[in-house]
């Protein structure tokens, strides 16, 4: 994911920095002097939980973060694999039956990103171990039905004035969307685009979305 977010920042620092236009207009139809200075973000599952490492710094040495929060105004993540996946509590008991070498395991199969995704894993555990204080506006949004990231609680972050954490059944109760079709629950769209439409410097409670009667699982859209 290390890797993924340097992608990520080479992508923001070619398509939406102000250095990057020249001369009076560039690609998007901005202007001199009136193209954005920094960007919002929408991602899902490990793409809500990735740009982090983009936007902070760490206390790791081997996990260091790149440290780009100037150059982001709002992040919002949808089913974010925040405090990665439990896989049902299996991954506390191989943990506790072979050591680390859980986490380092799937890199030998060809996803070292899946490793670093388990819960406990020393890369989570470089993200998530200091308070966040980059200023950016964060929104996680959840489903209590995700069956990827479990428990589902651990796609939230610490609550602070720059953090709203928001599950979709206490908006909802009748919206059974879960881990994959929530990128397509006019419920989540309803919370994002409140998200987006947030200049403000704090993350702000989202207004209540309309409630569609039913929403399924899977397809959700």
Do not use: W
């Not at 409140?194 to 039913?214: E, F, Q, W």
Request: hydrophobic share 35%.
């Amino acid at each position: 994911m290390e890797r993924s977010a340097q992608q990520l920042k080479a992508f923001i620092a070619a398509t939406a920095l102000p250095d990057t236009f020249e001369p009076a207009h560039n690609a998007a139809g901005y202007r001199a002097g009136t193209h954005p200075t920094k960007v919002d973000m929408v991602g899902h599952s490990q793409g809500g939980m990735m740009p982090r490492y983009l936007i902070d710094h760490t206390s790791s040495r081997q996990y260091p973060g790149l440290g780009d929060a100037a150059h982001v105004h709002t992040f919002i993540g949808l089913a974010a694999s925040n405090h990665g996946s439990d896989a049902y509590g299996l991954v506390p008991v191989f943990a506790r039956l072979f050591g680390t070498s859980v986490y380092s395991f799937p890199t030998s199969t060809g996803c070292p990103t899946c490793g670093e995704q388990e819960a406990g894993s020393p890369f989570l555990q470089a993200l998530n171990g200091q308070p966040d204080a980059s200023g950016v506006k964060y929104y996680v949004i959840e489903s209590n039905r995700d069956e990827v990231v479990t428990p589902y609680t651990s796609a939230f972050l610490p609550a602070t004035e720059n953090v709203q954490n928001v599950t979709l059944q206490s908006q909802c109760p009748t919206d059974q969307t879960e881990h994959v079709g929530i990128i397509y629950d006019p419920v989540a769209i309803q919370d994002v685009m409140h998200a987006l439409a947030n200049n403000g410097t704090k993350a702000t409670a989202l207004p209540r979305p309309s409630c569609p009667s039913a929403v399924p699982p899977v397809l959700s859209g």
